[in-house]
């Protein structure tokens, strides 16, 4: 198809996704390894994702809003599905309806799901979220201390959780600080299993895995040991089109604010992706793109649609319009795209466009764990 020709395409690698998932479970062997799979999926497609997941056995997935609950429940039956913001206001009985399990984050509502609980006579599965050092969600060191746990009886306490600050730095000492408010308060609590490690806590060694592990990004192939080899599989590439390619004859310059001199003999191709698909405006001048065997680099700023580059130095017949070019790739693509931003591979993930021709490569075959 010609529309299909002249666009970028996105491939998602479930197979290497799963690989990751696998990956993960090796580096934690005695936890339970869950997915995250908030935010779409991390950009990447939360059927897609989550299904993928749970054949090859992931038993629990996180989302963010108890809409992003709602929408995956049909698609996974058997599954158990965490709200990581919570008890939604008046989301009761939508959360009860869908077997959601809420991270209730604070005091209110811990009351009012037991409320619920009561009301509708029957026990309501339930986490609590303890915050240890971001001071973001979950009960405080008072909250905590002060919490009666008469209210926690109607409910099913199926997990106990914090969530680590400075978990892709391994030697900060904020990680051991967190580790051990978090041992301490949960004493306070009715025994449940209890989370810590995200994708990077994962690395920092077993004694941060307890009975469950919730990673995400690591999934989608972004290094949770930034500095260290990349021990995940690629999972995205992006890749598009030349559209066209101009000889350059007289000295001038390319794109706008004519940022980018350029002088006779210089190649440009022009490419169809640019800040509206998510490819950052920040990166202008500075990231590479893959063209076979080559590297070509940005010449200029990325436009909202389009993107410059620079092939004076390639052979001739190695770009043409209609030429692939690659512009996340190889195995820390994301990695590398987000360092030349100045952001970090979630947020490259979780903002790619709606443009892209989506294609999905099919999980490997592997066994249930
Ligand atoms: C997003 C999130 C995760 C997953 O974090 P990654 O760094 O992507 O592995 C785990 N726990 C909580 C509370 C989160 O918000």
């Known amino acids: 198809m010609a529309s299909e020709s002249a666009k970028a395409i996105l491939t998602i690698d479930l197979g290497a996704l799963t690989a990751n998932y696998a990956r993960l479970c090796r580096e934690a062997p005695v936890s339970e390894v869950a ?6 999926g991390y950009g990447l497609g939360v059927l ?15 989302v963010a809003h108890l809409d992003e609950g709602l929408a995956l429940r049909p698609h996974l039956a058997d599954a158990a599905i965490y709200v ?9 009985a939508d959360t009860e309806a869908a077997g959601l399990i ?6 209110d509502e811990i009351a009012r799901w037991a409320a619920f609980a009561r009301h509708r006579e029957r026990r309501l599965p339930a986490a609590v979220q303890i915050d240890t050092g971001m001071c973001r969600l979950g009960f405080s060191r008072a909250g905590i201390e002060g919490l009666n746990r008469s209210l926690l009886e109607p409910l099913d306490l199926r997990l106990v959780m914090s969530h680590l600050a400075c ?3 391994a030697d900060n000492p904020l990680n051991q600080r967190q580790q051990a408010r978090f041992d301490e308060l949960r004493e306070r609590l009715p025994r449940a299993p209890a989370s810590l490690a995200n994708s990077s806590g994962i690395f920092l060694g077993s004694s941060f895995h307890y009975q469950l592990c919730r990673p995400g990004v690591a999934l989608y192939g972004v290094n949770p040991t930034p500095g260290r080899v990349n021990p995940m599989a690629p999972v995205v590439k992006l890749e598009a089109p030349v559209l066209q390619v101009h000889d350059v004859i007289e000295a001038g310059t390319v794109g706008y604010g004519a940022t980018r001199a350029i002088g006779p003999g210089s190649r440009i191709a022009t490419v169809p992706v640019g800040y509206a698909d998510g490819y950052p405006r920040a990166v202008s001048d500075r990231a590479a793109a893959r063209i076979g065997s080559w590297k070509a680099s940005l010449a200029g700023r990325v436009s909202m649609d389009l993107i410059s580059l620079d092939v004076g130095g390639l052979p001739r017949e190695a770009v043409q319009p209609g030429t692939m070019v690659e512009l996340i790739f190889g195995p820390n693509g994301l990695d590398e795209l987000a360092e030349a931003a100045g952001t970090i591979g979630y947020e490259i993930l979780t903002r790619l466009g709606t443009r892209f021709a989506r294609r999905y490569t099919r999980p490997a075959v592997e066994r249930p764990v």
């Open 167 to 169: 978990a892709e730095e």
């Open 35 to 40: 997915g995250v799979v908030k935010a779409n």
């Open 84 to 92: 990581l913001h919570g008890l939604a206001p008046r989301g009761e």
């Open 48 to 62: 897609e994702v989550a299904r993928a997941l749970r054949e090859v056995g992931c038993r629990s997935f996180f």
């Open 102 to 107: 809420p991270i209730l984050n604070q005091p």
